[in-house]
């Protein structure tokens, strides 16, 4: 799905920059990708996928950690 429609780009750009640890944060996805730079209608939804995508990283490494101490 395209999020911003100013600079062609998808969800799938902005969780491939989270994971690959490109961005961290909207002012990294906005330097990276140049999300919300232009008119700024993206930014509510790639804040979004930005925080779904960094929190389900989060749970997937202390899922990784419960694995490897059990």
Same mark, same amino acid.
């Given at each position: 799905?395209?999020? #911003?429609?100013c600079k062609n780009i998808t969800c799938?750009? !902005?969780?491939?920059? !989270?994971?690959? &640890?490109?961005?961290?944060n909207m002012r990294d996805l906005s ?5 919300? $730079?232009? #008119? &700024?209608? #993206?930014?509510r939804c790639a804040r979004g996928i930005?925080?779904? $995508?960094? $929190? ?5 490494? !202390?899922? !990784? ?6």
């Open positions: 799905m395209y999020v #911003c429609l799938g750009q !902005i969780r491939s920059a !989270i994971e690959n &640890g490109d961005a961290g330097q990276k990708l140049g999300v919300a $730079t232009q #008119c &700024g209608k #993206c930014g930005l925080q779904d $995508t960094l $929190t389900q990283r989060s749970q997937n490494d !202390i899922q !990784i950690e419960q694995v490897s101490a059990a």
